[in-house]
């Protein structure tokens, strides 16, 4: 039995199969961690053609996904007592690392991956949560949902060699990670850092934290909305930046971004 067992519905249950060659994926499936099962959505459509969409009642553009091949694959699936189901639309809202957490904790989640225009609305009322992965639009589901169980998989208890790799990574402390270097010192005239050669452990941590600061504020200063920030001594970068946000007017400031 995996410790989380993931049931997807597609038309298209072949592209699923590039997840038995993804490294950290591939080992969790090997070693029972975690499960996926594709159900295709063509099993279930309508008459002898399998008729799985149709045209839009008031007219539009593209064709919609019928509401009955759906629900007859959602409801061929055995629940579990702590099973989620989400939906991928891109009205869903925005995937972020606190709902992988989350939804990591469940026992079964159940992938429903739209195609063509969209579904039907009736759709929506089996789903739990509805996901989007970013404000793009893509041709199906499909790589959304892989998404989805890639970033889940690898907070499962021992899907990752080393756990601790967890803790500093983008986006858990809602900050971006701090700049990484291995060998050679210097490359192409590009040198490591004095400080992360020093030896000094606790200089190395106050230049991690500082970098993760200066990284998010160049790059996603909206998500310095929510993080949480201890205020440093000193006249370091982060230092000033939050006496500039600190002074800001939120409601402006926020807006912008």
């Known amino acids: 039995m995996s410790n989380l067992s993931f049931e997807i519905i597609s038309l298209f249950p072949k592209s699923f199969d590039v997840l038995n060659h993804i490294g950290v994926i591939s080992r969790a499936i ?3 961690l975690i499960s996926i099962k594709v159900h295709d959505l063509r099993s279930y459509g309508i008459g002898s053609y399998k008729k799985v969409d149709d045209i839009p009642y008031g007219g539009g553009s593209g064709m919609l996904l019928k509401p009955e091949p759906i629900y007859k694959a959602h409801d061929s699936i055995k629940k579990s007592k702590e099973s989620l189901t989400l939906l991928m639309t891109p009205q869903g809202k925005v995937l ?29 009322e089996i789903a739990d949560e509805e996901v989007s992965v970013g404000d793009y639009i893509l041709t199906g589901g499909e790589i959304p949902a892989m998404v989805i169980v890639n970033a889940l998989s690898r907070l499962l208890p021992g899907v990752l060699g080393d756990p601790d790799s967890l803790i500093d990574e983008s986006h858990n402390k809602n900050l971006l990670e701090y700049p990484q270097y ?46 949480n920030l201890d205020h440093p001594s000193g006249n370091s970068f982060k230092n000033k930046k939050l006496d500039e946000l600190e002074n800001m007017e939120d409601d402006w400031f926020w807006d912008v971004y």
């Open 96 to 124: 972020k690392q606190k709902d992988c957490l989350k939804w990591s904790k469940y026992k079964q989640v159940i992938l429903i991956c739209g195609q063509y225009e969209g579904f039907d609305e009736r759709v929506r």
């Open 182 to 227: 291995t060998r050679p010192r210097i490359f192409r005239g590009m040198e490591v850092p004095d400080v992360l050669i020093s030896g000094n452990h606790k200089k190395i941590k106050e230049w991690h934290d500082e970098q993760m600061f200066k990284r998010t504020y160049e790059r996603r200063i909206d998500l310095l909305k929510t993080a």
């Open 30 to 32: 090997e070693n029972k």
